[in-house]
């Protein structure tokens, strides 16, 4: 579905840098898209993080990662912003008339004045098992990497695969709903917290989840053309296999960040970091913006302290480089205030 906006600021990335940088925009009278490749606002502190504290935040001598998020959303909620998660900016392009135009991997394309990349280390996204034919069952539902609804596993037979917390916490969570749960993992030992692999350990016993151990993912059959799933193969190292009857296969093996497409940009790239002019965070291209973890500048420090100054500089330059004919005087928020409040 191909989807039109217009919009001041696009910000690539909706971690705690760009969270920030939505209300400084907001501060200044200007509009802002925030694309994120997660389905969740919030970066690094979200995905990785969430229940950890963090000690650095300036008048916060403690919060979590998640906490920090939450109050960042919610100081920017009063000036709009428009979220679109779940995809990845794939493309973005300079014109002629010095505005830019992004495309994202659902086919959403944004006109924007000007472009901040707060994108960290890259995009998030699931690591994938090494297996041939996923693409074919992952449009379908057949093979999901996140659970949206845990309902739509209502009566369906699941192959969990993975030894960490998603995959113990989702058979737990699956178990009393689905018809039949396998977990499938290489080795005896889960990597979970150690009440949850208890209880895992438990139902496994009581023969509410059946564990496919040790075994590895070795490949899929059904139907490629509707993209449902009959079975999974899944072999142990000797090359023993079996098929397992499933509905859906959930791989959980965690999450990789890629720089991806931002290397194309024509930016000054320099080991995945973009280069800038501290001053402004103005990238080689006039009218890329780059800050937070993937900003970098002599004697950078890569924290979230830096990075929310970084976009009150960037932010103000990104104005310059919108309107560059007019002049704009400084003021403090105590004097702008913002809105309802
Ligand atoms: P990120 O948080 O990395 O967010 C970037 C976002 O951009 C991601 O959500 C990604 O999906 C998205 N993205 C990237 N490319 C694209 C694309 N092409 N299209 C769409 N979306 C894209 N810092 C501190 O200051 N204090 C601490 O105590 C601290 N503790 C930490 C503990 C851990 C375990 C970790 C991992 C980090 C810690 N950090 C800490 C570092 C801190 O989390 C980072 O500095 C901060 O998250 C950087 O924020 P960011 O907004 O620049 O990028």
């Known amino acids: 579905s191909e989807v039109s906006h217009s919009t001041d600021i696009a910000i690539i990335g909706a971690g705690p840098v760009g969270l920030f940088a939505v209300f400084e925009a907001g501060m200044l009278g200007l509009k802002t ?3 994120d490749a997660l389905d969740m606002v919030g970066g690094q502190c979200s995905a990785l ?3 950890k504290p963090i000690f650095d935040i300036p008048a916060h001598p403690q919060i979590t990662g998640q906490d920090l998020i939450d109050k960042l959303a919610k100081q920017a909620a009063p000036f709009e912003p428009t979220y679109h998660l779940g995809q990845q900016v794939i493309k973005l392009e300079k014109r002629d008339d010095g505005r830019f135009t992004l495309e994202t991997s659902v086919g959403t394309k944004i006109d924007a004045g ?3 990349i707060a994108a960290g280390c890259g995009a998030f996204g699931p690591n994938k098992p090494p297996m041939e034919g996923l693409e074919d069952f992952e449009g379908s539902g057949g093979v999901q990497y996140y659970v949206k609804r845990r309902a739509d596993f209502a009566g369906k037979k699941v192959v969990i695969a993975g030894g960490g917390d998603s995959a113990v916490d989702w058979a737990l969570s699956l178990h009393d709903i689905a018809d039949k749960v396998y977990v499938v993992h290489r080795r005896p030992k889960f990597r979970a917290a150690p009440d949850s692999s208890a209880k895992l350990a438990a139902l496994a016993e009581a023969g509410k989840i059946e564990m496919v151990i040790p075994y590895q993912l070795k490949g899929l059959k059904g139907d490629t053309a509707s993209g449902k799933l009959s079975h999974v193969t899944v072999a142990t190292l000797k090359g023993e296999e079996l098929d397992l009857e499933a509905d859906h296969l959930l791989p959980f093996f965690g999450l990789a960040m890629e720089l991806g497409p931002i ?5 000054n790239l320099d080991r995945n970091h973009i280069g800038v002019t501290q001053a402004t965070m103005e990238t080689s291209v006039p009218g890329i913006f780059a800050i937070g973890d ?4 002599e004697h950078k420090l890569k ?5 929310f100054a970084e976009g009150a ?8 480089y919108l309107f560059p004919d007019k002049e704009f005087h400084f003021e403090y928020s105590t004097t702008t205030g913002v809105p309802n409040e």
């Open 49 to 51: 993080y969430p229940e």
């Open 33 to 35: 898209h925030v694309i």
């Open 263 to 267: 290397a194309d940009w024509g930016l």
């Open 303 to 307: 924290l979230i302290l830096s990075g």
């Open 294 to 297: 993937i900003a970098n500048y």
């Open 313 to 320: 500089s960037a932010i103000h330059a990104a104005r310059s």
């Open 114 to 116: 000007a472009v901040v």
